[in-house]
């Protein structure tokens, strides 16, 4: 008996080691978002640490103190020199597996990207989940411009995209994960969302205040930038390379002076490569399903009108986004990607040597588009038919 | 004097072997067949189908000649000492070297990801001290620890597997042979580590109740090969297979991903159950068999065996390589290695089998 409950206890002696690591959340600089620049030679690296108290700021139901937003900066030639550099005035142990954010530079983007994942992603404390960005402002501001109500910094579009993605299918936001693809695939093309501070539409006690939105994307493939696309220029994208659309408005002009606007809630698109000669042709089938939000003039628009006119529409868009990309050299809709999976000799051989990148675009041509809207709803009022 | 507990059931073999075999088909192979056959690794899996398929029904062969008998005991009366005392110095080298890699491997694993603080010797010390007390337990605690913790390594591995759908395109499991037949031909050696090892079934079946069929094994083979897909597909299909190749802990980092919804984020503990659960019986199902082929009859030698193994594992562990080397040490020989040897050691004991069981034939006519 005594032998047993020897045992026992040695027993849970040993789970005690596991406590070996364990570090107290008070005594931890969590940072939650980085931002990484690099200006001629020297990578920069802004640290966003939040206090502990502010995370969970929203259980409470009043916030009247301001939310504070502490950033670390640090400098160095390597990505680790830079991170290094942050510790001997971190005052206690920094910790970087809470990371849901990082922004990268544009001149970050445009030069070192590769080199930048590779030594953040073997420092082991990095995930593959934080949301990743591009901008062309200071990044410092970004990382403080974030929270509204003085809630807490993780409620904002910077930490957690997917709620304004939800109602607005603006920009699709993209995961470390994901963007990878672009770093490391031979032919894959990621739209990295652009993000800016815009002071044009919030204010308190008439003062405006500035809070982050994506404004756009930058191409990533082949480890490169490759551009950068404004709203405008997704709008063929949305439908047919967004991986998940949830709503995006349509205004839709209709003959006889009627308008109506409608929601795109989804959309399926397929497309199908053939290779014919020395071309590429492609053609989409897209099915997007819609709801009516806004139906105005005199008669009013009907179902099979409105129809009409956004099959038309999002026709136009696919075809002029497709050119206007491929003008710029950019693949949109990722049609070397499927060559390169489907057809991959043929995409060897076009690719090779120099110029293949040129001649592979140059043959690059859109067949057909096919587009099939389905109206769900129009949302509370009646619409008719025909 | 206790009454002896019930042997173990088949089930519970299968159980075992899930865990002991299983870590090496999820976990300890991923990283090599990736580095290898990049994207085609999966395509490598199912070319070793072949090969195992072919082993699996030698092992069978073996396992109904042999009837469950203990295999030196078999070696010994058919063919005398001279035999199964080679046979039995391999095996013992065989299973303590399968020990000391699963050992490092996890020890290594702990330092690099979440523990980098811990001395390596205090967790060394203590999963070498579990799995002695399991070995010393014998074969009954460990079928029965492995009962009791495998339907939730099961369950654990189906939650990462579904919460990471959402990160999953299985468009990049194509394009099939990229660059030829050699990088997924090249694979098969290291799918064959991890399927091969459904002869570790020999060494267990003496202890069961009842030796098990034909159905038996061919269940394990489909779990394995099942073992073997899942991580690798998922691991391509969910980073990339560039990415995934240059990741030294591919299955671990699809735990590091995998989290829902806004507030739990972060769910990757639940992996060190898995790993530990399945390194722990592996260990101590490989002591065990190291130590029980010498059949020790006086219960202190045979302990104190165990002992000199765990403390002798334990510091070889923790003195004699880095994980650089150890990475290239298992990749360029220990796997291709291990591959050869098991597949020599069935080809042989078939033919021992088959030589043994004509023999017989002929003296009766």
């Given amino acids: ?386 | 004097m206790r009454m002896n507990p019930p042997k173990p059931t088949a089930l519970q073999a299968i159980m075992t072997i899930m865990l002991t075999v299983g870590i090496t088909n999820h976990v300890f192979i991923i990283p090599a067949l990736l580095q290898t056959a990049k994207r085609d690794a999966w395509f490598s899996v199912i070319l070793s189908i072949v090969p195992f398929a072919l082993l699996t029904l030698l092992i069978t062969y073996i396992s109904a000649r042999t009837r469950g008998k203990s295999l030196p005991d078999w070696l010994e009366n058919s063919y005398g000492k001279m035999v199964s005392v080679p046979f039995k110095f391999i095996s013992a080298a065989y299973f303590l070297g399968t020990a000391w890699f699963a050992l490092f491997d996890t020890i290594m694993w702990t330092k690099v990801t979440f523990l980098p603080y811990t001395p390596m010797i205090i967790t060394a010390a203590v999963l070498m001290l579990i799995c002695l007390i399991a070995a010393q337990l014998g074969v009954n605690s460990m079928a029965y620890a492995s009962g009791v913790l495998l339907p939730f390594v099961v369950l654990l591995g189906f939650y990462v597997a579904t919460v990471n759908v959402q990160y999953k395109d299985y468009h990049q499991l194509l394009p099939l042979l990229e660059h030829g037949w050699a990088p997924p031909l090249k694979g098969i050696i290291y799918a064959c580590t991890g399927l091969f090892e459904i002869f570790f079934l020999l060494f267990l079946q003496p202890y069961l109740k009842a030796p098990l069929t034909n159905k038996h094994f061919v269940i394990v083979g489909f779990i394995l090969v099942g073992l073997t897909l899942g991580p690798l597909t998922g691991s391509i299909a969910e980073f990339n297979p560039h990415e995934a190749s240059l990741q030294r802990y591919p299955a671990y980092e699809q735990w590091r991903i995998a989290g829902f919804g806004k507030y739990v984020s972060q769910t990757d503990f639940f992996s060190i159950y898995q790993w530990l659960a399945g390194v722990t019986v592996r260990i101590a199902v490989a002591l065990f068999i190291a130590t029980d082929i010498w059949n020790i009859s006086k219960k202190r030698q045979r302990s104190a065996l165990l002992l000199l193994y765990a403390i002798g594992l334990t510091l070889l562990c923790l003195t004699t390589f880095t994980d650089i080397q150890f990475q290239h040490l298992m990749i360029r020989f220990m796997f291709p290695f291990n591959t050869g040897l098991i597949l020599i050691v069935t080809l042989l004991l078939a033919l021992a089998v088959f030589i043994s069981a004509h023999k017989k034939g002929e003296s009766r006519t």
């Avoid at chain 1, 005594?2 to 931890?28: H, N, T």
């Avoid at chain 1, 062309?136 to 995209?161: F, H, K, R, Y």
């Avoid at chain 1, 603006?170 to 032919?187: C, D, H, S, V």
């Fill in chain 1, 1 to 386: 008996m005594k032998r047993k409950f020897a045992l026992i206890a040695a027993c849970m002696a040993v789970l005690l080691s596991g406590c070996w690591d364990a570090k107290e959340p008070q005594s931890v600089n969590f940072v939650t978002a980085l931002g990484i620049d690099y200006v001629k030679g020297e990578y920069t690296i802004y640290a966003q640490v939040l206090a502990f108290g502010d995370i969970s700021k929203q259980e409470s139901s009043a916030n009247t103190e301001e939310t504070k937003v502490w950033i670390a900066t640090g400098k160095g030639e390597t990505i680790s020199k830079a991170l290094m550099s942050i510790y001997p005035a971190s005052q206690q142990m920094t910790l970087w597996t809470h990371v849901k954010a990082i922004v990268f530079s544009k001149s970050l983007l445009n030069s070192n990207l590769s080199e930048c994942l590779n030594s953040l992603l073997r420092s082991s404390e990095l995930r593959y989940t934080p949301w990743v960005y591009g901008t062309d402002q200071d990044i410092p501001s970004i990382l403080s411009g974030v929270s509204l109500l003085n809630q807490s910094a993780l409620n904002s579009e910077l930490m957690d995209p997917r709620e304004v993605y939800e109602q607005l299918s603006t920009i699709e936001p993209l995961r470390l994960i994901k963007l990878m693809n672009g770093i490391r695939e031979p032919a894959a093309t990621v739209l990295i969302p652009s993000i800016k501070l815009t002071d044009q539409v919030w204010s308190s006690k008439e003062k405006p205040i500035s809070l982050v939105r994506l404004d756009g994307a930058y191409v990533i493939s082949k480890s490169e930038n490759k551009g950068f696309l404004d709203d405008g220029l997704l709008s063929g994208a949305r439908w047919v390379a967004f991986k998940n659309m949830h709503r995006y408005p349509l205004l839709l002009k209709i003959k006889d002076g009627g308008q109506a606007q409608i929601n795109i809630l989804n959309s399926k698109p397929l497309v199908r490569v053939r290779l014919d000669g020395g071309e590429i042709k492609f053609t989409v089938k897209i099915k997007v399903t819609a709801a009516v939000s806004e139906v105005a003039g005199h008669p009013t628009p009907t179902s099979l009108q409105i129809k009409e006119a956004a099959a038309a529409q999002i026709k136009q868009q696919i075809t002029d986004n497709f050119h206007a990309a491929k003008a710029k050299k950019i693949d949109i809709y990722g049609i070397e990607d499927i060559l390169y999976r489907r057809f991959n000799k043929q995409w060897k051989k076009m690719t090779a040597g120099q110029g293949g990148q040129d001649h592979l675009f140059s043959s690059l041509q859109l067949e057909d588009t096919d587009v099939d809207v389905k109206l769900m709803h129009s949302s509370t009022y009646k619409l008719k038919y025909h």
